[in-house]
Structures are given as structure tokens and as C-alpha cells.
């Protein structure tokens, strides 16, 4: 199958007065998978969707491969989409819904078929060409959905929230096949989630979307461990964010917090911002004073199987704090008055 990549240059688009792509610039590697991750409303469909040709006409640039396909019908740019509904025809077959697309660019019925079965293998359900779609499961209507883009032969596929009407257990079974699916046909990928846990799991990149803005792109652990602003912090992850100021002199650097405690800061000799990001997995609690560590009061514990999650009042606000649990382990209780000991090797300023 044929890879291509997508180059998107300094897109605007609006809905009458209203813009709600403000700028956007976006560099997908051939056979990436890509995700545009971001809450409801900044905009990730109508990005999406423009990469389609669906919408209003934007401005600036969508190269597919080397193509601009601004002002492009979406038949002639050789896009595949998958939706959230899955948009079976209810009528026809499992078989006659994935040779629709085939018919539809009038391939002779002899390479239709073989191609209809090859794209039922490839999604786990050839034993079900001849059901049709209410006689089917969401995930099996999902796959069919799939099975229908891909055998057209895309150059891109793009998915916008395909596993969102799946229930739990299903849209993690679902994620993977799709992954694997993905890396078999090697096909360049969007796919577009409100959910991090999907988009973190999936794709070998993202774009975190906010109020029609890319806010960062890179891995997903690149974006959890060097969020580039407070929006992405937050967004990916439970963060603790404190705020203060940065003091460095020949001795080092420190963070100081609202409240006056003093976390250092290795090798942050250069770091500028007032707040301080520290991930819950960076942070133990316990009972004595020491160095690097602020004092709190516990407000509030969770049990949570594998770890206890605390909320205790420190450093001016509020610090989610995972402790793992083992048999035997000692509890705080709601009202102790505790010590957090950041480790601050990898704490974020901004
Ligand atoms: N047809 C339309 N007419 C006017 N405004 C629209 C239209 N479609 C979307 N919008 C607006 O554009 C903005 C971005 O919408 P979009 O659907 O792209 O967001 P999203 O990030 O995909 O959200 P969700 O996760 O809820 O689908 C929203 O403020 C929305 O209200």
C-alpha cells in the first residue's frame, strides 16, 4: 500500500464568524500514527475533517504527499474515514457493505471479491460476510467499518473517535487491533480522541489541541514528562503544579513555593517560570521532616488496588500524591500532618 505523508501549513477555517482553526501546522511522516488529542470544542474534527475535505474551506496548505488538496472533493484525495457511527448501510450484507466503496469506483466484479474477502481477513471476520450489520456487535460493526476504508486502498486513514461507542473492555481489545492493523498495512494514521489513555497508547505521536491551537506535539512521553505549557500539563496526567519562583546563585537553583518551602532544583540553573510541575509517582509522603520535602495535612485517601492516592493540602494547594501499596504497608490517616518529599530530578518549571 502506498505511504504518504501530511504537511498542513498555517490552516485557518471558520464557521461563519467564528475561527475555529487559528494557524495550524502539522508535519506527519509517512506510516505514522498520529493522534490529535484535545478536550470537546478546540477543534480536532474540524481538523480532521478538513484533512477529508469535508467543511468549510480552509486557508493555507494540506499537502498529502506532495498534492495540496485545499479545495480538493474529498473522493479525489484518496483519504479513507472511519466515524464514530460506523455508518453501515443497514440493508446490505457485511460483504455488499465493504465492496460498496469498490463498486462505487466500478472495479470489474472479479477483483472485487477476492479484495472484499481480503479486507474481512485482515479485520478477523470473513466467517461473517454474509450477516448483516444489526446481526453483528459494535466492535464486529466497527471492524466492518475498517475493513470498508481499507480496502479501497487509502493512502491515509482517518479516524475520528471510531471506538467511542464500545464499551470499556472492548474499545482496549479494539485499540490494539487497530494498532496492529495500522502497523501491518503501514498506512499513515489519524486518529482522534478526547481520551489520553487511547492516545497514549496508540500513537507514536500527538498534537494536544486547545481552542483550535496545537498546543505541543511529540510522543506521548515526551508530552508527559516535558509539557511545554500548563494546559498540557494538566491535560496528560494527573500534575501537581505549584507556584513560586525560581532563585539560583553559585550554590544552585531552588524553587520556592508560595507558602516558603524550598525544593531544589538539579541542574535548573537556567530554569524561568513560576509554577513547578511534579507527577503524583514523584512525590512520598511520610512522617518526618527532611530535606526537599514540604509539609501538609492529608484531607483525603483513596484505595485504589495497587497504590493509595492521597490529597493532602501542602505548598499552597492541593498535591495528588500515589503512595503503592503492599500488605502490611502503613496508612495516613484524613487530618495527619505529613511530610512530601519531591523528587525534583525531573520536575518541570514553566
Ligand atoms: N458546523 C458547525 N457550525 C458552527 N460551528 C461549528 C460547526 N462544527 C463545529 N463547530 C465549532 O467548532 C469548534 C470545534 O469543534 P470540533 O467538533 O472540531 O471540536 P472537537 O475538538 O472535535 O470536539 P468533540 O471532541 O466534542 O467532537 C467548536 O466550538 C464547535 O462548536
Redesign the pocket.
Known sequence: MKKAGIKIEDLHLS??P?E??KGVNLDIQPGEFFA?L????????????SIAGF??QPRGRIMIGDRDVVGLDPWRRNVGMVFQSYALWPHMSVRDNVAFGLRERRLPASTIGPKVMEGLELVGLAHLADRMPNQLSGGQQQRVALARTVVTEPTVLLL??PLSNLDASLRVQMRRELLRLQRKLGLTTIF???DQEEANTTSDRMAV?DG?VIQQIGSPQELYDRPANLFVARFLGTANILEGRVESDASGARFRTATGDMLALPGGRNAAGSNIVLRPQNISIQREAGANALSGKVLHREFLGSQIRYLVAAGGTEIVVDQSHSAGRDWFETGAEVHLQANTENAVVL
Open positions: 464557521f461563519g467564528t475555529v482553526l490529535f484535545g478536550p470537546s470544542g478546540s477543534g480536532k474534527s474540524t481538523l480532521l475533517r467543511g468549510p475520528d473517535e482522534v480522541t478526547h489541541l483550535g
